[in-house]
């Protein structure tokens, strides 16, 4: 089945810096992959998704990459803020109907 | 964004007893749901798919008789904890799909189980 790994773990930034948080993907049939955004305590929120059909999706000041062929994807933040501090996790899916695989989730800290 | 509800949003209940915990797509219909459970600092498990007007789907692991669920309509899946027993304490969250496999969340319940 589908194994999703996320790096890294924790992320800790200067406010105004950017940040990237990368994941693996194994199964090649996957084609959805969503990037979700959970503050302590409360619902997971879906911040940016890309489908494999596309390389690259921006969305103001955050954006998403994939590498179909490496089985990777990566979020960057750009110019943090500390209400982007929260815990992000990626995940993978093969379509319509079929579960998400989440990575493990990486906790950012934005520094004021 | 699509709206998805969960209720209750928390409970605290006795050893041996069932609660449900109920989830809605208030704004769309979805035709599967997801049921996850997560542990405090952990990332989200999948418990279980739900379609409506059929059998759910388990996760490995996961016991089809003890975690009941119900997707009677496109807008409701329930989720019943039977006996529930002090390890069960845990956060539930559910997942509605809406179009092409994007997932929007509910509030999540936490269950307390004394």
């Known amino acids: 089945g589908e194994n999703v790994e996320q790096h890294p773990s924790t992320l800790s930034v200067q406010e105004g810096d950017s940040a990237v948080i990368k994941c693996t993907y194994s199964?090649?049939?996957?084609?959805?992959f969503p990037w979700y955004k959970q503050e302590l305590g409360k619902r997971p929120q879906l911040i940016i998704d890309?489908?494999?059909?596309?390389g690259e999706k921006k969305d103001q000041r955050i954006a998403v990459t994939l590498n179909k062929t490496a089985k990777h994807f990566s979020l960057h933040i750009t110019e943090t803020q500390p209400e982007d501090s929260a815990v992000y996790f990626c995940a993978a899916s093969r379509g319509y109907g079929n579960k998400l695989v989440f990575g493990a989730g990486t906790i950012l800290r934005v520094k004021s | 964004g699509a709206v998805v509800s969960q209720h209750p949003s928390w409970v605290i209940c006795k050893s041996g007893t069932s609660v449900k915990i109920e989830c809605r797509s208030l704004?769309?219909?979805?035709?599967?749901m997801f049921w996850y459970r997560q542990f405090p600092k952990q990332s989200l498990m999948l418990m279980a798919t739900?379609?409506?007007?059929?059998?759910?789907?388990?996760e490995q692991g996961v016991e089809k008789d003890k975690f009941l669920i119900n997707h009677a309509s496109l807008t409701l899946s329930t989720l019943t904890v039977t006996s529930a027993h002090p390890e069960d304490s845990s956060f539930y969250i559910c997942?509605?799909?809406?179009?092409?496999?994007?997932?929007?969340f509910g509030p999540g319940t936490r269950l307390t189980v004394l």
């Open positions: 997942s509605a799909e809406e179009g092409y496999n994007e997932q929007f």
């Open positions: 704004d769309f219909q979805a035709t599967t």
């Open positions: 890309i489908r494999s059909n596309v």
């Open positions: 199964d090649s049939a996957s084609n959805y």
């Open positions: 739900s379609n409506e007007g059929s059998k759910a789907t388990y």
